[in-house]
């Protein structure tokens, strides 16, 4: 497949590559992660373009890497009027996101208790697959966290108000209807709130390394003052009620394809049209599990804050336990840009990719509004995560996203054959960093070597300005699916 340089780190593959191409496909990345990109990527995301409705381009982020339907870093916006929403330019693990919190604490005040403060932490939130939370919920409960999201939590006393000011969207999106949510959904979401989950989740004990601040002032903005400074910074989603509204709309959207004349080249990307009556259903389940998430997160976040504040003797608020930002990924939402110089409501499909709307922009916490939103990069248990704001940039060019991770470069599979849990476990404790999981494989599946280069991802983000980088961090403890 052609793929030729369109830009500083842009390539782009045309629509004359694959018949049935609406728009060019885009990718962003170095010549290093381009050729780190299987040809999978190239086939999805190509694939992508070829959707009723998508609009200027099918875009992929420097993390991309195979998915289910879109390439995980897979962006593309549809007209409301004319396009469709597809599960699988969402992913199973709906509104899989991030949370940072930062503290008033230094390494070196928490180091003496780390051991304690991570044996803690992994007993208090649950993870693994299946893993169940402590909070017992009617279905009657749960579906109001379907409509208030993280809001709710804070009502019920877990969590502080202005918790919900640093949360994309509040921590509740609109459009959530649970009427459209199966009971088998309900079924598997009601024990799981307050739990990580398994995969590349995780809840994780960092610092700002000696390095690690690139922009003071944006750093200052965003409540990091120094070298030193201890944050907690926490991966998890929808769990198995995303996963379940996810599967129960791909085969309902499979059936119903037919009916709006609608054929796709690969079934995993099966869609409705947004205006439809099942469009419209799906987009209200997948909105009632996004909300679902954001409680998840805040949940965590309370247990969190009981944690340090029992193990460390002080007040969570003495601690500076406050919420940095919480970033979506995984989500379909409708969005206003401007297309062809003319201002268009769009259905954008951020797939492992995250928003990153700049300065100005009314959707964005006051307190960041002057820098753009704050953006969570994830790295890998062993090399660190990123911190960054959105861009002015970024709204022209990729509908205000950029990517979510550093992203994967080879499969699970792959890295178990390649290193032991346990010997994992030993080497990284050697090297300073403690690691409770609920599975040595899940841990060897996640190993530094099975993922991109951070820093090479967050480079190519600010050459092509869809993110400013602001901080970087190193992990210090872990707690992992």
């Not at 921590?171 to 024990?191: F, K, T, Y």
């Not at 704001?389 to 990729?398: F, I, L, Q």
């Amino acid at each position: 497949m052609k793929v030729t340089p369109a830009g500083d780190c842009i390539w782009e593959i045309p629509p004359a590559e694959k018949p049935g191409m609406r728009v060019p496909a885009r990718i962003y990345a170095s010549e290093t992660l381009l050729s780190q990109m299987d040809q999978g990527v190239f086939e999805q995301v190509t694939n992508v373009a070829c959707l009723p409705g998508i609009v200027r381009a099918a875009l992929c982020m420097p993390d991309g890497h195979w998915g289910y339907g879109f390439p995980i870093g897979g962006v593309a916006a549809f007209r409301v009027d004319t396009g469709v929403i597809s599960p699988g330019g969402i992913g199973f693990d709906i509104n899989c996101g991030m949370r940072v919190l930062r503290t008033s604490l230094t390494e070196a005040e928490v180091r003496p208790r780390l051991r304690e403060l991570i044996d803690a932490l992994f007993s208090a939130v649950p993870s693994g697959v299946g893993a169940r939370g402590s909070l017992r919920l009617s279905a009657t409960a749960f579906r109001r966290i379907m409509v208030e999201g993280a809001g709710w939590c804070v009502s019920e006393g877990y969590g502080w108000r202005e918790d919900l000011d640093r949360m994309e969207g509040r921590g509740c999106l609109p459009g959530a209807d649970p009427g459209h949510v199966s009971e088998r959904a309900v079924s598997r979401g009601l024990q799981q709130l307050g739990t990580l989950g398994s995969g590349n989740h995780y809840l994780e004990i960092q610092v700002v390394p000696p390095e690690g601040i690139h922009e003071a002032g944006l750093a200052r903005a965003l409540g990091i003052e120094g070298a030193g400074q201890v944050l907690v910074m926490l991966h998890c989603g929808s769990r198995g009620f995303g996963h379940q509204i996810a599967t129960d709309y791909l085969r309902r959207f499979a059936e119903v394809m037919p009916r709006y004349g609608i054929s796709v080249v690969d079934r995993e990307l099966a869609c409705a049209p947004f205006r439809s009556p099942e469009g419209q259903a799906y987009f209200g389940a997948m909105t009632a599990a996004a909300n679902s998430a954001f409680a998840n997160r805040q949940l965590i976040t309370h247990r969190i804050r009981e944690v340090f504040s029992r193990v460390l003797g002080r007040d969570p608020h003495a601690l500076g336990l406050s919420v940095i930002y919480d970033v979506c990924h995984n989500t379909a939402k409708v969005e206003r840009h401007r297309v062809d110089g003319e201002s268009m409501e769009l259905v954008v499909h951020r797939k492992g990719a995250t928003r990153a709307f700049g300065p100005g922009a009314p959707d964005v916490p006051e307190a960041y509004r002057d820098i753009g939103q704050p953006v969570i990069i994830g790295g890998s248990m062993e090399t660190g995560s990123a911190l960054l704001v959105g861009t002015a940039h970024a709204m022209t060019e990729t509908w205000g996203s950029t990517a979510h991770g550093a992203g994967r470069t080879m499969s699970r599979a792959q890295a178990k054959k390649r290193v032991w849990g346990e010997r994992l476990l030993q080497d990284m404790e050697a090297r300073g960093i403690l690691v409770r999981a609920a599975s040595k494989s899940g841990v060897a599946e996640e190993a530094g070597f099975a993922y991109k280069d951070l820093d090479a991802v967050v480079d190519v983000l600010h050459r092509v300005d869809i993110s400013r980088k602001v901080v970087s961090l190193r992990p210090i403890a872990n707690v992992k699916g």
